[in-house]
Nanobody, 118 residues
Framework: QLQASGGGLVQPGWSLRLSCAAS????????MGWHRQAPGKQRERVAA???????NYADSVKGRFTISRDNTKNTVYLQMNSLKPEDTAVYYC??????????????WGQGTLVTVSS
């Protein structure tokens, strides 16, 4: 089970940190990720992190978003800075079937809504 939290309504330029707590399966050996889906758009991967801590970001968020993980808490985070209206979306936490984010996604969280608006 993946439980995401931290979404909300913020103004452009503000920051938010999303959290996703995982339970029921091994956490430290799996890659984790964050995807998002904006209204009327396809779901896209925003960021991912391997079991070893290597990260990958979508071009649209590079330099603004940071993914991290705490294996002692079975939690993955997404620190989002300098938020833009185009970052408005439902954000989903994802659990990969192996240590790399090139592998299949085996589980999706329930999503948390981020709205960036003045």
């Amino acid at each position: 089970q993946l439980q995401a939290s931290g979404g909300g309504l913020v103004q452009p330029g503000w920051s938010l940190r999303l959290s996703c707590a995982a339970s029921g399966r091994p956490f430290s050996i799996a890659a984790m990720g964050w995807h998002r889906q904006a209204p009327g758009k396809q779901r896209e991967r925003v960021a991912a992190i391997t079991s070893g801590g290597s990260t990958n970001y979508a071009d649209s968020v590079k330099g603004r978003f940071t993914i991290s993980r705490d294996n002692t808490k079975n939690t993955v985070y997404l620190q989002m800075n300098s938020l833009k209206p185009e970052d408005t979306a439902v954000y989903y936490c994802t659990y990969y079937s192996g240590s790399s984010y090139y592998m299949d996604i085996s589980s999706w969280g329930q999503g948390t809504l981020v709205t960036v608006s003045s």
